[in-house]
């Protein structure tokens, strides 16, 4: 069996109605936690509009980097959560924000942005397309003990 914690599992919705949770990543020692577990996957959805910055919302990449640092590329999936963010970021904000990230190399953004979820469906590879990075990734993202 295999499960996927949604919207981060941090808790918290987009605050549209104007209440900013103080630390919108305060549980993520227990999502985190889950990471040991190798049919538990996440969704990184709604991260941005969790900053309290604007684009590209620096304040939200430690907690994006300790998740996907714990989970791996291929477990973590992407999403805009737009439709329930769409009041506080752009769309083109949401897709991205992971780009900007200096951890995350060309086939990293590729596992992110469509890998896991194809993955985890079962899908077929199927044409991959490559977010263009706005820098040069010059290290690898590794997970803890990746020898990749």
């Not at 499960?3 to 941090?10: R, W």
């Not at 900013?20 to 577990?37: I, K, S, T, W």
């Not at 996440?42 to 640092?69: H, M, N």
Request: proline fraction near 11%; charged fraction near 20%.
């Amino acid at each position: 069996m295999r499960f996927v914690i949604d919207h981060l599992g941090v808790g918290y919705a987009p605050p549209l109605l104007g209440v900013f949770p103080p630390e919108p990543f305060e549980h993520l020692p227990e999502v985190l936690d889950f990471a040991r577990f190798s049919n538990v996957s996440l969704k990184l959805t709604g991260a941005p509009a969790l900053s309290a910055e604007p684009y590209p919302f620096r304040d939200v990449w430690p907690s994006v980097y300790e998740i996907v640092a714990s989970y791996g590329v291929e477990r973590v999936m992407w999403g805009s959560d737009f439709t329930r963010a769409a009041g506080l970021v752009s769309y083109w904000d949401t897709t991205h924000f992971l780009s900007e990230m200096d951890a995350f190399r060309p086939d990293d953004l590729e596992w992110l942005y469509g890998g896991s979820i194809r993955k985890f469906l079962r899908w077929s590879p199927g044409p991959h397309v490559r977010p263009r990075p706005s820098h040069d990734h010059h290290e690898p993202f590794t997970k803890q003990g990746d020898t990749r």
